[in-house]
């Protein structure tokens, strides 16, 4: 079954948009942890960090070249976060690949 981010990839579900191209979808998260928190997805699915297969790294470059781009528009370029939960017990609730990308307070020691 197609998890909510493909819906959004498909134009099935509306999101706020802040970045698309061929192979990455950007948006801004629903239910913000922070003053910037943006979700970079790969558009191909890709059910966790874990399953990227070889040729799915090669989207590693651009994830944080798109990640760059947008903490430097977003004005959080000096400090901000790039994670990945990989699996449940790790936080993770959507089974689509997805990079968080939080800034804007400071954000403290990490669990
Ligand atoms: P995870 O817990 O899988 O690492 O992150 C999923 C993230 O997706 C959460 O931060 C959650 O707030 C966000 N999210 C869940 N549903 C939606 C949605 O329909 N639209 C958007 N923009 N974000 C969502």
Known sequence: MSSIFKKI???EIPADKVFENERILAIKDINP???VHLLIIPKKEIATLQDMSE???GLLPEIVE???KLAAE???ADGYRLL???GSSAGQTIFHLHFHLIGGRALGAMA
């Open 9 to 11: 990839i498909e134009g």
């Open 84 to 86: 990945v939960n990989n």
């Open 74 to 76: 977003y004005g959080v």
């Open 33 to 35: 942890a922070a003053p």
């Open 66 to 68: 798109v990640a760059q």
């Open 55 to 57: 040729e799915d790294r």
